[in-house]
């Protein structure tokens, strides 16, 4: 992103809508980017990552370009996505939700997206700031912070306790405990069927760490796993996740759905060659063997390649 000295960009009768999204499986809502787009250098597919910050008393979301090598670690990463000829940038769920300071404090299921709220877009040095004005129907935006709700609260944290205490037991991508990038899933998902719910999809991918289904005995003969990232990319034989991680599952009491589980599998070879590329790795797989991931800490037993080590 391009840096500026802190200042508007919009013209003063400019605003950016926070609308619906039906494009990733991580957001419900996207803000529209095309009047900044230039200013910001963005590109369809380029990487980002969210945060909240305080302007002027009032939660501002931060919008942050990002290389792809660095959305492993990063706490919201989204892609820049084409919607109905306009560029638009997915805002996570839970800093809609969160209330203020942490977020937005909006519900998302009474959200009306024909009167959506509407965003003034500031420079702040190499990010933009997103700052609610108001609603398009004219209704002043104005957030009402809880009482005691600490200002460096973590978002992420706070949307897993609001979950578990409303008894919602939906998963989302950036707390899924599986070695997945959120980003990952969420490009996967956007192109799955669209009747595979993501949780189910997210309790395949963490079903597989919590019952360590992939072992050294499934590991197949003449390859070796390639550690990349605190995480291992593995070479199973062919049909394993049909004939051996779906059936372990099961077993497992892990629900299995016939699209989930090929969803899954393609999620893992999505992330395993992520991977691979970043370690400069090209094994030649030719449909021979399937890819899992894993944490490198589950495979410490195996004798793992290190990038750069012929194998």
């Known amino acids: 992103m391009s840096t500026n000295p802190t ?13 619906e999204t039906a494009t990733t499986a991580a957001s419900e809502l996207a803000i529209e980017l095309t009047p900044v787009a230039e200013f910001m250098d963005a590109q369809v597919g380029d990487h980002i990552d969210w945060d909240v910050d305080e302007y002027e008393g009032e939660p501002m979301l931060v919008l942050s370009g990002i290389p792809e090598s660095q959305t492993g670690d990063a706490p919201y990463p989204r892609r820049i996505r084409e919607e109905d000829g306009d560029l638009v940038a997915p805002v996570p769920d839970p800093l ?8 937005l404090g909006l519900d998302l299921e009474s959200y009306d997206a024909d009167r959506p709220l509407l965003f003034d877009a500031v420079t702040l040095g190499e990010t933009i700031g ?11 935006y104005r957030p009402e912070p809880l009482p005691g709700v600490a200002d460096d609260s973590d ?101 299995v759905d016939g699209d989930a589980i090929e969803v899954a599998a393609a999620i893992h070879e999505r992330q395993a060659e992520e991977l691979l590329a970043r370690a400069d790795e090209r094994p030649d797989l030719d449909g021979e063997y399937e890819p899992v991931v894993t944490d490198e800490r589950d495979t410490a037993e195996w004798e793992v390649s290190e990038p750069g080590v012929d194998r």
């Open 7 to 19: 200042g508007t960009v919009l013209d003063d009768d400019r605003t950016l809508e926070l609308r």
């Open 96 to 103: 809609v939700r969160a209330e203020p300071p942490e977020g």
């Open 130 to 140: 997103l700052v609610p004005v108001r609603f398009d129907d004219g209704e002043v």
């Open 155 to 255: 978002p992420v944290a706070e949307e897993v306790i609001d979950r578990e205490r409303e008894g919602d037991p939906t998963p989302r991508p950036e707390t899924m405990d599986a070695p997945i990038d959120p980003l990952v899933l969420d490009d996967v998902m956007a192109d799955a069927p669209t009747d595979v719910p993501v949780a189910d999809v997210i309790g395949i991918l963490e079903g597989i760490e919590t019952h360590d289904v992939v072992s050294v005995a499934d590991h197949a003969a003449g390859t070796d796993p390639v550690s990349v990232d605190e995480r291992v990319v593995s070479f199973l034989p062919a049909d394993s996740w049909a004939e051996r991680i779906a059936p372990a599952l099961e077993t497992a009491d892990v629900d």
